[in-house]
């Protein structure tokens, strides 16, 4: 009889998991912080060429579009509309730049990589004072996703 109960026992033991060991592998995910998350998502928008500070008449502008992604890395592709270059295409990581983090930097990204986090979109700052430019609606690239987040 003692064997039996024994058997039963191990049967039982091994058909389920062990709680202790799935309340490790719960703790084992770690948590994508809320902040982080609010950054995920796809953006697109047209900006001032390089060279402009807002649109102005001879501006031919430049198409952004923007995937943030959870792991603190980006793609960045920027197309001139002058027809002179090719899109250009840009990956790497980015780092918080404040305790909110509410603005971020494009690591490996020469001009145009600070950007502060708005309702729906994200907003290109000047990075030498890192303040918005004077025309700050220019700058702006809107989140793709925002109808469906919103639904």
């Not at 060991?21 to 697109?44: C, F, H, N, R």
């Not at 502008?61 to 792991?71: K, N, Q």
């Not at 509410?102 to 030498?128: A, M, S, V």
């Not at 025309?135 to 793709?144: L, M, T, Y």
Request: aromatic share 8%; charged share 25%.
């Amino acid at each position: 009889v003692c064997s039996f109960i024994v058997a039963s026992l191990n049967i039982a033991c091994s058909e389920h998991p062990n709680s202790s060991t799935q309340a490790k592998d719960i703790q084992t995910k770690p948590a994508i912080d809320p902040k982080l998350m609010a950054w995920v998502g796809e953006y697109s928008g047209v900006i001032p060429c390089a060279t402009c500070i807002s649109r102005c008449p001879d501006c031919e502008s430049m198409g952004i579009d923007l995937h943030v992604f959870a792991d603190q890395s980006f793609k960045l592709t920027r197309t001139s509309y002058s027809g002179h270059n090719e899109p250009e295409i840009f990956t790497g990581k980015f780092d918080f730049m404040d305790h909110d983090k509410l603005k971020i930097q494009l690591i490996n990204l020469k001009e145009r990589n600070t950007l502060i986090l708005g309702q729906d979109y994200l907003e290109i700052i000047d990075q030498k004072t890192q303040t918005p430019y004077q025309a700050q609606h220019d700058f702006q690239i809107q989140r793709k996703d925002s109808k469906a987040k919103n639904s």
